[in-house]
């Protein structure tokens, strides 16, 4: 008698109200566990974000850097760089009466050639920045003081107004040499005489307080509190 195989049932398919039930049941679990995360993410940033500061001060940087500055040069360059500094000038007039006295037949004949000379002009003084070098500076940059050597002021240029320069006269005698090149000498002569007139009245005293302020706002400029100008001997 041969046996028959058991018949196993199919199960009856699960009804559509629980599927639906097992798939809102896994989203939420999924919402769940990805609202727990980035809860987690947002407790560790917001940790991080009132520890970092504390942190800062008691554990040292991984690598840091440190720039210092030596402004000398600078310096110096800023002061060349204004080259001749002109800080004083006079505007003179002065008359130059220049007279050839000649004399002819061994002394027995005495005759002149002669100009009188009205002269405008200007006389320039300052200081020679050119020439200086690191060694006319010191500074301090800690307490922003600054000590700086000039060389003495002198005398730039006496220089003629040649338009409003004017011969005021021009005599020759009959029996002198005219000698043209006397207006030339003359001008000269006012030139030489200008400097020293301009020397005398105190262009150089002033040349020296004109310069010393000019620096000491020029090294102010410069960041520094504390200026100190000396000057070197002539």
């Not at 002198?176 to 001008?187: G, I, M, S």
Request: hydrophobic residues 45%.
């Amino acid at each position: 008698m041969t046996s028959e195989p058991p018949v196993v049932a199919a199960l009856p398919p699960a009804p559509p109200s629980l599927l639906r039930k097992v798939v809102a049941v896994v989203g939420a679990s999924w919402m769940i566990l990805l609202g727990g995360v980035l809860g987690v993410a947002g407790a560790v940033a917001l940790v991080l974000h009132l520890v970092t500061p504390a942190l800062e001060k008691v554990i040292p940087p991984l690598a840091q850097s440190r720039v210092e500055v030596v402004p000398t040069p600078d310096v110096v360059l800023a002061m060349r760089s204004l080259g001749r500094l002109e800080t004083s000038s006079y505007h003179l007039e002065r008359v130059v009466d220049l007279t050839d006295h000649q004399t002819q037949l061994f002394g027995l004949i005495h005759a002149k050639d002669a100009i009188l000379l009205v002269a405008v002009g200007d006389v320039v003084a300052g200081v020679e920045l050119e020439h200086l070098t690191a060694d006319d500076v010191d500074t301090d940059w800690d307490h922003r003081s600054v000590t700086l050597r000039l060389p003495p002021p002198s005398v730039f240029s006496s220089k003629l107004d040649e338009q409003a320069t004017r011969v005021y006269s021009r005599a020759t005698d009959l029996v002198a040499v005219r000698h043209e090149d006397l207006e030339a000498r003359a001008r000269a002569e006012a030139a030489r005489t200008m400097e020293k007139a301009a020397v005398e009245q105190g262009i150089l005293e002033r040349a020296r307080g004109d310069a010393q302020r000019a620096m000491s706002g020029l090294l102010r400029a410069l960041g520094f509190s504390e200026v100190h100008v000396e000057w070197k001997s002539e």
